[in-house]
């Protein structure tokens, strides 16, 4: 009897491992779920539109290494992923990532990333395990909101966004806790000079989100998940930054309410091809702003059942463009090619 109850037992344990083998090569099934419309010099119209990986607790910021393989986090799981971009297979990269976000590679190979889980919020180095460290957690000895996005400078300066809760966020947060919120840092956009302290520089979105660097490092580009327009300034000497002003605007809307006001753009993730054009995800999809800020089109990616979050070209010769968001990442082949002299 306790013979038959253990092989029962075994094949239960057998037939659960399979089903879920099984359950999860179905999620990461490939599919095509829309085509690209035609951008001159940037993608073909008719491009597939692939969905290639989905059942994600979140999917946020892919960044295309060096090696060509792609770095994706799953914030919800509190996970990092490399995916195989031959193969689009994707294996656990970072076990424990404290709820990353944005991710950046600084020039010693190192990925540093924007960890929001609460209680300890800080901007850190999170792989390779042996090399893990914060670099800030504060500023003016008050703990950061939710750090989303960043990007790591050729000198080893960081710039990065906190663009605190949302409405729904912040009462999850509060029901999670079981208390009200204590008073918070304002959404603001930093920066943390080579070994230094962080800096505020920006504080005057409703919800800063999306960060990138111009190809020559002298333009430091932000949007506003709430505002219609990208916002650019110049990078001076010590990084520090001034003549803020309007680079493009955005057409694109999600159906979405986050409870801040503003326009609804949901604009959030960007990166740059080897042109300078700039790459923005936003609730209508992936816009393409050409080097100056003249909108060239939209590229029709959807992250359903919310907006797409994050953008990265990767791959062989950095031709394809992967976009994440709501637990899925997806994939289109492009003329475009991304920037080579950084991850992303």
Known sequence: MRRTALVSVLCCVAFQAAYTTTRAQALQAPAVVGAAADIPGVVKGGTPIERILTGYNGLDDPIGLTDGSLVFSEPGARR?????TQTDKASVLVAESNESH?????ARGRLISAQAWDGSTRIGVIHPAESRTVLVDAYEGRPFSRPNDLIVARNGGVYFTDPGLTVQQAEELAKRLGKPLEPRLPPA???????????????KMIRPNGIQLSRDEKTLYVDDSNGADVIAWDIQADGLVRNRRAFGSLTGRSTRDNGLGGVKTFADGMTIDTDGRLYVATGGGVEVLSEQGRHLGTIPVKCPPADCQNLAFSGAGKRTLYVGGAGSLYKVAMIARGFAGRAK
């Open 80 to 84: 990092l992923h490399r995916l195989n």
């Open 102 to 106: 944005g991710v950046t590679e600084d």
């Open 189 to 203: 956009v930093y920066y943390i000079p080579p070994g230094g302290r962080a800096i505020r520089i920006e504080d």
